[in-house]
């Protein structure tokens, strides 16, 4: 039986992470992703999960990357200047190649920034803002439902690549109340079933195979060369298999605007204003932002002069939609920052001076 | 014929890549000898950290992983929810444990973590090349202290057995010196307690080493023993700090 409630964004987080498998939480409180933490401290101990505050963002992705080496079914949450605490444990898990999921609930930055919804966090999640060659995979959520499926998805493709998926939420995702569909229970995610899954995982020899040692010390360099490469074939699976886009009314478009997230259903909104004043607008929203679905721009019809990216950001995503361009229309920026949010009526107005 | 010594079964058959003299050898061993005789090895996960003992794991026949430079015991914590049957452990350096990885270890005595911390007081950064570490002695040269350090610029000894001792979740709190063989049997029989400690799941247990590093110190390792009793002990005095009544 499918089981409908209201639910606000962060608890929604919280809980389709459960319903994925998630025993192990490790968390650091930052606003505005308080919920998700609250939640977790309270519903986790009933499903037989451990949750822990950590003593820092720092300390939650390590102790994050513990688990995960031992086997578990990790979830963690952040926002904006707690993620920039982790992507030293971000690095290091891509590294040891072991799956987790993370929610960034992004804010307003730099800095220290707001506590208002921002997507400047786009290249820190999708440049890999730790160091050294790895990326994570990252989903964009434009609704409460869609962020709980890409949660519950994440900890499969986590484990199919054994790398940390990233969920960007935004604080308005987090903040607000929508119906959902809760996500289905029926999988049984016992240890032990896991475990078989994972042999490379921290147990104990027991005496009966040989150690299992996990690494991202490499100093010789040859040897470092070969395991960014077995990491990087990993990517290449990744760029054909996962990129995800939603388009909307591309053809006969004049105008294509590119939007994530919150920022997609105020560009949506914008689109209904326009089409009563004659201007026809398309749309493409990536549900994933890394890897970025270029082919999503080959959909662009004669018709379109003009390519608008749409961000809560002085302009990051920007990047990815020239890059997946290749020159062939002119890319604009309507755009907001600091915490500050992209209306429908000001989203029409920069368009109409655009033209 | 009986044998009166054998290979230490925990130790893989390796030459380590310490230099000669150096005591993280000897405290590897310790902790693989006590395992072997619990018979443990097999339930043993051990965390390596940032420092010389980075590849520890090449060494000791268990289950390991590298952390983050100061983390393992936040790892630690993390394979523990998971295995909280488990032997787990951290082995970490005085610049790993006492200077970038402070919060963590702070951390992980208040909330009595159950599992064990080694810890390798030498008094300077190893790996790096000898620089100052929050546990240098006053007045001691290292290649960012070369008139020696310091306290008015950079502070005093990090003394981390009294420090941790003094949290309700540190059960066990024991440092030993590895100068001597009457000491390094102290120190086995230190280690043997902390594991029991864990065994029990009394809280977090915490055995410093006082250890040498005689390339970084500029001394031939028989003077860095000297070096050793002459001046670590009495900035880092070997003692029991701390021991619960369940284990002898
Ligand atoms: C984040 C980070 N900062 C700095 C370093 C460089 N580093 C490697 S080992 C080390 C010091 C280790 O000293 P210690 O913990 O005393 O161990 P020892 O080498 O003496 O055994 C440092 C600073 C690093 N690898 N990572
Ligand atoms: S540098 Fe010092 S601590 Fe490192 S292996 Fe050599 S003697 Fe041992």
């Known amino acids: 039986m499918e089981e409908r409630r209201l639910m606000k964004g962060n608890e929604a987080f919280g809980l389709a992470a459960i319903l994925g498998g998630a025993r192990y939480y490790f968390g650091y409180p930052i606003t505005p992703q308080n919920e998700v933490t609250e939640f977790m401290s309270r519903e986790l101990p009933n499903y037989g999960g451990f949750f822990l505050q950590a003593e820092s963002e720092l300390a939650a992705i390590n102790m994050a990357y513990g688990a995960s080496a031992a086997g578990g079914r990790v979830f963690i949450s952040s926002s904006s200047p707690g993620l920039a605490l982790m992507q030293e444990g971000l690095s290091g898990l891509a590294s040891i190649e072991a799956p987790v999921v993370v929610l960034n609930v992004m804010r307003g930055g730099p800095g220290i920034g707001n506590i208002q919804p921002g997507q400047a966090d786009y290249y820190q999640v999708t440049r890999g803002g730790g160091n050294g060659d790895y990326h994570l995979i990252v989903f964009a959520p434009a609704s409460i439902q869609e962020a709980m499926d890409m949660i519950v998805e994440g900890f499969e493709i986590a484990d199919r690549y054994t790398n940390p998926v990233l969920i960007a939420a935004d604080g308005m995702l987090g903040q607000m109340m929508e119906p959902v569909t809760l996500p289905s229970m029926d999988k049984e995610y016992s240890l032990e079933k896991i475990l078989k899954t994972k042999p490379w995982a921290l147990t104990g020899h027991k005496n009966k195979r040989e150690r299992n040692v996990i690494k991202s010390v490499y100093l010789k360099q040859e040897l470092l060369e070969e395991h960014v490469l077995k990491i990087f074939e990993k990517y290449d699976k990744a760029v054909k298999e996962l990129p995800s886009f939603e388009e909307v009314d591309l053809k006969d478009a004049e105008i294509v605007y590119v939007a994530f997230g919150t920022t997609s259903r105020m560009v949506k909104e914008a689109m209904e204003l326009l089409k009563e004043k004659g201007v026809k607008t398309g749309l493409i929203r990536p549900k994933t932002l890394w890897p970025f679905p270029r082919e999503a721009f080959d959909g662009i019809d004669k018709s379109t002069k003009m390519v608008v990216s749409c961000e809560l950001s002085m302009g990051q995503m920007i990047d990815d939609v020239k890059l997946s361009l290749k020159g062939r229309l002119p890319v604009s920026l309507i755009n907001r920052t600091g915490g500050m949010l992209l209306t429908p009526g000001e989203i029409v107005e920069r368009t109409l001076k655009l033209l | ?248």
């Not at chain 2, 520890?56 to 390991?64: C, E, F, G, K, P």
């Not at chain 2, 082995?91 to 970038?100: F, K, P, R, T, V």
């Not at chain 2, 979740?169 to 594991?195: D, W």
């Open chain 2, 1 to 248: 014929m009986r044998a009166i010594f054998e290979y230490t079964k925990g130790m893989r058959d390796q030459e380590t890549h310490y230099c000669p003299g150096c005591t993280h050898g000897i405290a590897h061993r310790l902790i693989m000898e006590v395992l072997e005789e619990k018979g443990k090895l097999g339930e043993a996960i051990g965390i390596s950290p940032v420092g010389c003992s980075i590849l520890a794991h090449q060494y000791m026949d268990v289950d390991m992983v590298e952390a983050a430079h100061g983390r393992a015991p936040a790892v630690a914590t993390g394979i523990k929810r998971v295995h909280p049957d488990a032997y787990v452990f951290t082995y970490q350096g005085d610049g790993d444990l006492a200077s970038i990885g402070m919060a963590e270890i702070v951390h992980a005595a208040l909330r009595g973590e159950k599992f064990c911390t080694f810890f390798i007081n030498n008094a300077i950064y190893g790996m790096t090349g000898g620089q100052m570490a929050p546990t240098t002695l006053e007045g001691q040269k290292t290649t960012t202290t070369v008139m020696g350090r310091d306290p008015a610029v950079s502070g005093n000894p990090a003394v981390m057995c009294e420090m941790l001792s003094q949290l309700k979740g540190a059960v066990y709190v024991e440092r030993v010196a590895l100068n001597s063989p009457a000491n390094i049997r102290k120190a086995k029989k230190a280690v043997s307690r902390a594991f029991e400690v864990q065994e029990k799941k009394l809280g977090f247990a915490f055995v410093e080493f006082l250890s040498i590093c005689p390339i970084n110190w500029g001394l031939a390792p028989s003077d860095a023993m000297k070096w050793l009793a002459e001046n670590m002990m009495e900035v880092f005095p070997v003692k029991q700090f701390k021991n619960p009544l369940e284990v002898k």
